[in-house]
């Protein structure tokens, strides 16, 4: 069977997922542990696109070497965490070719459990797959280690706290992932303030070619478009160089342009909230105030 372009498949269970991949039957209706080795399928059977009603975390070995982060491509340590939340829409496997270990997650699982009600908070899983979580040797065998723990728990004897015991190594997991991207983010500064000043040129760019006047106020999601990220691992990776996400860098583009304009142009201040793509002056007047203290009128008045 061919491709069909654009199809995308809903798994709506975790026995759907083991049939399209080949593996045998879940030994849990609502949690699997696979070894990504003995997974049994032909790529040109699976429809182009998949969408799952669970969670995934898969840890991949092959994914060590290089790795391509928005336009350029780097050197990463062994082994790379890569994360999914229900409802992701994510491309099929081109090939059978891999190695590692995956976790799949249905949202039921943790309905009687705190981490149901947080585990959103997790923004890793909005990341693209190309904002794996790369891991040195150390965070390897930590995670690894909690990889055991998960499966020996569901190969043995289910008792009256098997899931307890498992909700809880799901948590724990989540958690090093957490501080581990922490890490990511501060050990690549270098590379991450060479995507700051691309996000500044583009903002530049948006603003100077008057694009603010047909499209408006530049998003989030066309920042991370032209840098081929994800909206939550930009916002991530520049609050981790600046302290501030890609909103509030965007919200500093505009009063920075709408200084600028105030002090050198007589254009009112709704012209001025015009340009800068803002649908109604008095939400520029507002921005400006809440950012600035001042009205936009006020600081005109004080350069003058």
Do not use: W
């Not at 694009?211 to 920042?223: D, H």
């Not at 919200?251 to 105030?262: F, G, N, P, S, V």
Request: hydrophobic letters at 40%; one cysteine or more.
């Amino acid at each position: 069977m061919k491709k069909v372009e654009r199809q995308i498949y809903k798994l709506e269970s975790l026995n759907d997922f083991h049939r399209m991949f080949g593996l045998s039957k879940p030994r849990h209706p609502l949690i699997s542990f696979i070894d990504l080795e003995e997974m049994n399928f032909d790529p040109a059977d699976l429809p182009s696109a998949l969408v799952m009603d669970f969670y995934k975390v898969a840890f991949k070995t092959n994914t060590c070497g290089k790795a391509k982060y928005g336009q350029s491509y780097y050197d990463f340590g062994e082994g790379g965490l890569v994360f999914t939340s229900p409802g992701q829409v994510f491309e099929s496997p081109g090939s059978t070719a891999s190695s590692g270990k995956m976790l799949l997650i249905h949202p039921d699982m943790l309905l009687s459990y705190a981490i149901s009600k947080i585990i959103k908070q997790y923004v890793f899983f909005s990341y693209a797959a190309n904002e794996a979580l790369h891991l040195s040797d150390q965070e390897r065998a930590t995670i690894l280690t909690v990889f055991n723990i998960i499966e020996e728990e569901l190969n043995g004897r289910i008792d009256d706290f098997s899931q307890d015991v498992i909700v809880s190594q799901i948590e724990l997991l989540l958690n090093y992932s957490n501080r581990f991207y922490k890490r990511q983010f501060i050990t690549r500064k270098a590379i991450n303030t060479d995507q700051l000043q691309k996000v500044e040129r583009i903002l530049e760019a948006y603003f100077n070619e008057e694009r603010a006047i047909k499209q408006g106020i530049p998003t989030v999601q066309y920042l991370a478009d032209q840098l081929s990220m994800s909206a939550g691992y930009l916002s991530d990776m520049l609050r981790s160089v600046t302290g501030q996400n890609a909103q509030q860098l965007i919200h500093q583009k505009l009063i920075e342009k709408a200084k600028e304009t105030l002090t050198a142009s007589d254009l009112s201040v709704a012209e001025i909230a015009y340009h800068l793509g803002f649908e109604h002056p008095q939400s520029f007047s507002r921005l400006f105030k809440a950012k600035t203290a001042q009205s936009p009128l006020e600081f005109r008045t004080a350069f003058q």
